[in-house]
């Protein structure tokens, strides 16, 4: 039996799948058996005349993830909004069963699962019923935060930190990510660390895109992230 952790977001487009993937990146190198999970993806793209998933795409090309596409994803819709309304929009009912059953099967066959949510963690996944906490709930796993490095973060970071926790939610570490180093980035992540306690705080820095991109996400991953730190996290 595997382990699992479930990567959350101060919001979305905070690089949750960007740090995914560099952490499956470095699990997959050691010699791991490691998996990426998409449970509900929205703002899917259209590929091969399906709507999939960027994020596990993503994943998989930084990873070099075998495992089938379908067992990475359970539900993937079109429209770009949250997942209770993209389900909506689409009639299509979201099982949080099948969410649950198709991690479980995930967890049996590789040694570490890095799950991802749909922005933050009061994202509903069904309207007035179940939310992203809910199913970090019911998956019994704790989490890796991802935060903006840039002026805001402290509220965002802090506000998560203490819901989290209100829920018995267990907060392995935190990456600062797109982090530049200016002043007061590094002062956001002194305050972030003093307020919480937190110890494992990690730093991210901002990956240009253009030629090669993929090449330097994973350097930067390699310089910043040791494996050891990865595995204690995820462990
Ligand atoms: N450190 C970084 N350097 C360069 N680009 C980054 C970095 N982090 C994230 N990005 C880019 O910013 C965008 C948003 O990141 P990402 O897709 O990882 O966010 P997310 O939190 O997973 O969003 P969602 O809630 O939609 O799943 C992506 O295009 C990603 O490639
Ligand atoms: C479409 C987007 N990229 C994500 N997949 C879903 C983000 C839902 C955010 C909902 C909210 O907090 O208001
Ligand atoms: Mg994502």
């Known amino acids: 039996m595997g382990k699992g952790i479930f990567v959350v977001g101060t919001d979305t487009e ?18 791991h058996g490691v998996c990426f999970f998409k449970p509900v993806q929205s ?14 795409q993503f994943v998989r090309k930084v990873a ?16 770009s909004v949250s997942p209770h309304l993209a389900s909506e929009i689409e009639k299509k009912e979201i099982e949080t069963e099948k969410l649950i059953n198709h991690y479980q099967k995930l967890v049996e066959t590789y040694d570490y699962v890095i799950v991802e949510g749909a922005g933050g963690v009061v994202v509903p996944i069904k309207r007035n019923e179940y939310c992203i906490h809910h199913l970090i709930k019911d998956l019994r796993i704790p989490v890796l935060m991802v935060t903006r490095a840039n002026v805001g973060t402290i509220n ?19 990456v600062v990510n797109a982090y530049q180093g200016t002043f007061y980035e590094e002062d956001n992540v002194k305050v972030i660390s003093a307020m919480s306690g937190i110890e494992k705080i990690f730093t991210l820095g901002k990956v240009e895109r253009g030629e090669a991109f ?9 310089n910043k992230l040791d494996v050891e730190d990865m595995l204690d996290m995820i462990r």
Do not use: P, W
């Open 156 to 174: 965002h970071t802090m506000l998560t930190i203490e819901f989290l926790q209100s829920k018995g939610i267990e907060i392995k570490g935190i």
């Open 14 to 31: 905070v690089g949750k799948t960007f740090v995914s993937a560099g952490a499956a990146y470095m699990l997959n190198k050691d010699g």
């Open 214 to 222: 993929i090449e330097r996400i994973k350097a930067e991953y390699r």
């Open 43 to 56: 703002g899917g793209i259209y590929e091969n005349g399906a709507v999939q998933s960027g994020d596990v």
């Open 64 to 79: 070099q993830i075998e495992e089938s596409y379908e067992r990475m994803n359970t539900y993937c819709f079109e429209a």
